[in-house]
């Protein structure tokens, strides 16, 4: 097999990393990859954005590439799966269709709602005048979000109203999140404890993957800005086999179910945001892709062959496939530039890099080589990621070679897995 990998952050250095384990997996392409991808054997980074999809088409075209995986969101909501598909192409994801689910909060809470899928009560509004009465009607705390894609950050958990205000005001009026700001959802409060769950589906089946917990916050204690998540280990123990049961059944199922009748059948891998609340499940959001930092936890626990499980769901053979767990808990810890998810240095040499503790990888994001040294090219630059006999013994180990790892503008969360403990 010759896979082409789209996308260039931790998630996407994860896949290349369990991808290459698989004997049938001859060379992997990654476009446009990191330094991470960039210094593993039998992978080349590509010189094209996520979002060239022609470009992306005709690589994959001319390469003979088996099967093409794609990491992030906005090349799934351009639409690049229908156009692989149309040029007779395998790659694994959902269509532009089903990826409004997660390109568009509106079409998503609308989708709950015809479908029954436990949701937050909600409204959105491109008015400024009627999202503020909204805001006043309801009062805090209250959930702002941009309706388009904002990687990760375009949510703001209003404690008051004039902060919810505000947020309304930066999406609508001032133009923070361009176009994905153009219309906003504003939602009830939920009081609880998150946890992530992540599915493949092939059009009608679905293979159940494994549980997780994302600190979005940026700060200790989940506090600060919403970023595109500073850390996250996997299994999420909260996540009982009957919340699994209860996941698949009243959030997944309607799902595929929904998307069968409208005649877009979803395919690839999709993530549910769950806030398990006293009143019960509800669902936060959903992700058309593999979570990231959720992507480098899980395929530290995942035994089974990725690569041939890629495969089956493309060929709508999941029904066929089985899927191995390490029983171990992974954990990773995210290091960030400083200032992020705002404005943030470029081009510092990271140092440490060195990790020699077993069961402990460190996945690149925000990377690049320039002059031989590997330095920083974005907000969230490395994921170090631990197995460990239980969750406290793979937070130390991650935090151990976390501590050896920096920058100069480097940060990190000290209480990843806190909340687990």
Same mark, same amino acid.
């Given at each position: 097999?010759? #896979?082409? *990998?789209? !996308?260039? !952050? &931790?998630?996407?250095?994860?896949?290349?990393?369990?991808?290459?384990?698989? =004997?049938?997996?001859?060379?992997?392409?990654?476009?446009?990859?990191?330094?991470?991808?960039?210094?593993? =054997?039998?992978?080349?980074?590509?010189? *094209?954005?996520?979002?060239?999809?022609?470009?992306?088409?005709?690589?994959?075209?001319?390469?003979?590439?088996?099967?093409?995986?794609?990491?992030?969101?906005?090349?799934?909501?351009? !639409?690049?799966?229908?156009?692989?598909?149309?040029?007779?192409?395998?790659?694994?994801?959902?269509?532009?269709?089903?990826a409004q689910l997660e390109a568009s909060k509106a079409f998503s809470k609308a989708f709950?709602?015809?479908?029954?899928?436990?949701?937050?009560?909600?409204?959105?509004?491109?008015?400024?005048?009627?999202?503020?009465?909204?805001?006043?009607?309801?009062?805090?705390?209250?959930?702002?979000?941009?309706?388009?894609?904002?990687?990760?950050?375009?949510?703001?958990?209003?404690?008051?109203?004039?902060?919810?205000?505000?947020?309304?005001?930066?999406?609508?009026?001032?133009?923070?999140?361009?176009?994905?700001?153009?219309?906003?959802?504003?939602?009830?409060?939920?009081?609880?404890?998150?946890?992530?769950?992540?599915?493949?589906?092939?059009?009608?089946?679905?293979?159940?993957?494994?549980?997780?917990?994302?600190?979005?916050?940026?700060?200790?204690?989940?506090?600060?800005?919403?970023?595109?998540?500073? !850390?996250?280990? /996997?299994?999420?123990? *909260?996540?009982?086999?009957? *919340?699994?049961? =209860?996941?698949?059944?009243?959030?997944?199922?309607?799902?595929?179910? &929904?998307?069968?009748?409208?005649?877009?059948?979803?395919?690839?891998?999709?993530?549910?945001?769950?806030?398990?609340?006293?009143?019960?499940?509800?669902?936060?959001?959903?992700?058309?892709?593999?979570?990231?930092?959720?992507?480098?936890? #899980?395929?530290?626990?995942?035994?089974?062959?990725?690569?041939?499980?890629?495969?089956?769901?493309? =060929?709508?053979?999941?029904? /066929?496939?089985?899927?191995?767990?390490? @029983?171990?808990?992974?954990?990773?810890?995210?290091?960030?530039?400083?200032?992020?998810?705002?404005?943030?240095?470029? &081009?510092?040499?990271?140092?440490?890099?060195?990790?020699?503790?077993?069961?402990?990888?460190?996945?690149?994001?925000?990377?690049k080589i320039e002059n031989k040294n590997v330095v920083t090219n974005g907000g969230r630059?490395?994921?170090?990621?631990?197995? &460990?006999?239980?969750? @406290?013994?793979?937070?130390?180990?991650?935090?151990?070679?976390?501590?050896?790892? /920096?920058?100069?503008?480097?940060?990190?969360?000290?209480?990843?897995?806190? @909340?687990?403990?």
């Amino acid at each position: 097999m010759r #896979i082409l *990998i789209i !996308g260039n !952050g &931790g998630r996407e250095h994860a896949l290349a990393w369990k991808l290459a384990q698989a =004997e049938q997996v001859q060379h992997i392409y990654v476009a446009p990859g990191n330094a991470g991808t960039q210094a593993m =054997e039998n992978v080349s980074n590509l010189d *094209i954005a996520a979002t060239d999809c022609i470009a992306l088409q005709n690589f994959a075209a001319n390469n003979a590439i088996t099967l093409t995986i794609v990491g992030p969101e906005a090349p799934l909501a351009a !639409g690049i799966v229908d156009q692989f598909q149309q040029a007779g192409l395998s790659i694994l994801g959902p269509s532009q269709a089903c990826a409004q689910l997660e390109a568009s909060k509106a079409f998503s809470k609308a989708f709950m709602e015809q479908h029954n899928i436990p949701t937050a009560f909600y409204a959105d509004f491109t008015e400024v005048s009627d999202a503020i009465a909204y805001i006043k009607q309801h009062g805090a705390p209250i959930v702002v979000k941009a309706d388009g894609l904002a990687a990760g950050k375009g949510v703001v958990v209003a404690q008051t109203e004039a902060e919810a205000i505000n947020a309304v005001q930066d999406m609508l009026s001032d133009n923070k999140f361009g176009a994905a700001g153009a219309r906003v959802v504003i939602e009830e409060f939920l009081d609880g404890v998150e946890a992530s769950y992540i599915v493949m589906i092939d059009g009608k089946t679905i293979l159940p993957m494994a549980s997780s917990q994302d600190h979005k916050a940026r700060d200790n204690g989940d506090k600060g800005p919403n970023t595109g998540g500073m !850390g996250a280990y /996997s299994p999420a123990k *909260i996540v009982t086999p009957a *919340i699994e049961a =209860e996941v698949l059944s009243t959030v997944i199922q309607p799902v595929v179910d &929904g998307m069968n009748a409208a005649g877009t059948p979803y395919t690839g891998f999709l993530y549910a945001g769950l806030m398990l609340t006293n009143s019960g499940l509800k669902v936060l959001e959903f992700n058309c892709r593999f979570g990231d930092p959720e992507t480098q936890p #899980i395929m530290m626990r995942l035994q089974s062959n990725l690569a041939e499980l890629c495969q089956l769901a493309c =060929e709508k053979k999941l029904d /066929s496939a089985t899927i191995q767990w390490d @029983k171990r808990t992974a954990l990773g810890v995210v290091i960030a530039s400083r200032d992020y998810p705002y404005s943030y240095p470029k &081009g510092e040499t990271i140092t440490g890099l060195e990790v020699e503790l077993p069961n402990v990888m460190v996945f690149h994001a925000g990377t690049k080589i320039e002059n031989k040294n590997v330095v920083t090219n974005g907000g969230r630059v490395l994921c170090v990621t631990a197995l &460990g006999d239980d969750l @406290k013994i793979a937070q130390e180990k991650a935090y151990q070679s976390v501590q050896k790892i /920096s920058w100069a503008s480097s940060f990190y969360r000290t209480d990843i897995g806190a @909340k687990g403990l």
